[in-house]
């Protein structure tokens, strides 16, 4: 499964909404994950099963989508936010990511 | 608190074969399922394969001819191997376990990472 994520890079302003997409080229249900990455760190888990945050990540952060179309939307961002993030998906062998997108400053 | 700990060679010659170890502490080892994920430089996340505690495993099909892993429980460990190592090869190379038991899934817990750098 092709997962497809747009945009490449997302500049936002710090206090402003950011949405970022992410397609799949076939169904993966809501058997789809979102993770932040920083310079330097491994990735850090944000939504699962499409909607559900991880544990102790703040509610500013969002996931939607079922089938082929998600989003992750981060509500007002904080210095702290800006990385990139990948989606996920697990609902089929080879589980597969998408390319990223990498949310900077603007 | 789940940690994973990896360690392996980090600099390989083509042809050679990429060996990494992952040990897990601070929770159950049986009934998870235990992954291995890479990152070239610069780049995009890559599923590599996982294995369960009772040794079953799921590769990429992209990889399979060279791909084995393999898990020792009593040591509360799991490892790759990759033979025939390329360029194309050289990667950030994570273990990672996912968070239910029993079923495959969204990955909670990350190794550091390993860099392994295939040159001649």
């Known amino acids: 499964i092709l997962m497809t994520q747009s945009p490449a890079t997302l500049s936002v302003t710090p206090g402003e909404r950011a949405t970022l997409s992410c397609r799949a080229s076939?169904?993966?249900?809501?058997?789809l994950a979102w993770y932040q990455q920083k310079p330097g760190q491994a990735p850090r888990l944000l939504i699962y099963?499409?909607?559900n945050r991880a544990t102790d990540i703040p509610a500013r952060f969002s996931g939607s989508g079922l089938g082929t179309e998600f989003t992750l939307t981060i509500s007002s961002l904080q210095s702290e936010d800006f990385a990139v993030y990948y989606c996920h998906q697990y609902h089929n062998w080879p589980q597969t990511f998408g390319q990223g997108t990498k949310l900077e400053i603007k | 608190q789940v940690q994973l700990q990896q360690w392996g060679a980090g600099l390989l010659k083509p042809s050679e074969t990429l060996s990494l170890t992952c040990a897990a502490s601070?929770?159950?080892?049986?009934?998870?399922?235990w992954s291995w994920i890479r990152q070239p430089p610069g780049k995009g996340l890559e599923w590599i394969g996982e294995?369960?505690?009772?040794?079953?495993?799921n590769y990429n099909p992209s990889l399979k001819s060279r791909v084995t892993m393999s898990i020792d429980t009593s040591n509360n460990q799991f490892s790759l191997e990759l033979s025939s190592v390329t360029a194309a090869d050289t990667a950030l190379y994570y273990c990672?376990?996912?968070?239910?038991?029993?079923?495959?899934?969204?990955?909670?817990?990350w190794g550091q990472g390993s860099l392994v750098t295939v040159s001649s």
């Open positions: 990672a376990r996912v968070k239910r038991r029993y079923s495959s899934g969204w990955y909670s817990y």
């Open positions: 099963g499409a909607s």
């Open positions: 294995i369960n505690h009772s040794g079953s495993t």
């Open positions: 076939q169904s993966v249900s809501s058997n």
């Open positions: 601070g929770g159950s080892f049986s009934g998870y399922y």
